[in-house]
């Protein structure tokens, strides 16, 4: 029997999420619903045929912490993660407490925001920095990406038909500096992206550093982060200096790419975004210099 227009599904456990999605391979999942209404202008909402709310599945809003990793299921809101307090990263907390106001945070979801079609939205930077690894499932499979791969660009996340986020895991590393910028695009209340710095140090020894940008691109340039681990701190000036050339280089490579694949972004805003991205490595990298 065909399903009626704009018909809704409440699955309480896997077994019937995937049940009705066999039935209904054009339903779509429903978290918080704030990227499917956003942009709706009509008084009723255009919707989907199908829906799927995933309201009703615990399991997709279980947290637990071990010793090692705080884990999530895609339905936890983004309100709840900042108010687990100090045992959620802090540079994941600072980017989600940066997402829009308070009554947006409270409806959506982490899930949500890390699946977003057409551009990386703000959680994806300190994932991908965080090493963070996501569970994927569909009727028969089970299986664990990374943050990185599951949000590489061009092209939509790395899901498969009716294959679902359902987890997130996060390493607790201990990170002794972090810091995070949240950009905006000229003329427009669309966010220009988001970018993130993370540093773990050992007596006064640079041990490990990571820099992840998350927008209509992903950028980590692994060689320049490879070039301070193991210097001393502070570090010298013409190192530092070195590492902000390399950078550079990078973003002039990922300029390139980004007019190639032609991603929506114009040439003003890609020279913008540069300047953007440069200014905040430079004061980042020169705060922890001579």
Not at 56 to 78: C, H, N, S
Not at 218 to 224: A, E, H, L, T
């Amino acid at each position: 029997m065909d399903a009626v227009p704009n018909q809704v599904f409440f699955p309480e456990s896997f077994q019937e999420l995937f049940g009705f999605w066999g039935r209904f391979p054009d339903a779509v999942p429903f978290a918080g619903g704030t990227d499917l209404i956003r942009n709706q202008v009509k008084r009723v909402p255009v919707l989907p045929k199908n829906i799927l709310c995933l309201e009703k599945m615990a399991d997709l809003k279980r947290i637990t912490r071990t010793e090692r990793y705080l884990e999530m299921g895609a339905m936890v809101g983004i309100s709840e993660i900042i108010n687990l307090g100090k045992i959620v990263p802090p540079i994941l907390a600072k980017t989600l407490s940066g997402i829009s106001g308070p009554a947006l945070r409270n409806i959506a979801t982490i899930g949500g925001n890390i699946c977003h079609k057409e551009r990386r939205l703000d959680a994806t930077a300190p994932m991908i920095a965080l090493d963070a690894h996501y569970e994927l499932r569909t009727s028969s499979t089970a299986r664990w990406i990374s943050a990185s791969r599951f949000s590489s660009l061009p092209g939509p996340p790395a899901l498969a038909p009716q294959e679902l986020l359902t987890r997130i895991r996060i390493p607790l590393d201990q990170w002794n500096y972090s810091v995070y910028r949240k950009f905006k695009s000229p003329g427009s209340n669309e966010s220009g992206g988001v970018i993130v710095l993370i540093l773990k140090t050992q007596k006064d020894t640079l041990t490990d550093l990571r820099i992840v940008y998350s927008g209509n691109l992903i950028m980590q340039d692994r060689n320049s982060e490879a070039r301070l681990i193991g210097k001393q701190l502070p570090l010298d000036r013409k190192e530092a200096l070195s590492f902000l050339e390399s950078w550079k280089h990078y973003l002039q490579a990922m300029q390139e790419v980004a007019e190639s694949i032609k991603n929506g972004i114009s040439k003003p805003q890609i020279d913008l975004l540069k300047a953007q991205i440069s200014n905040f490595i430079e004061n980042a990298i020169l705060e922890i210099a001579d």
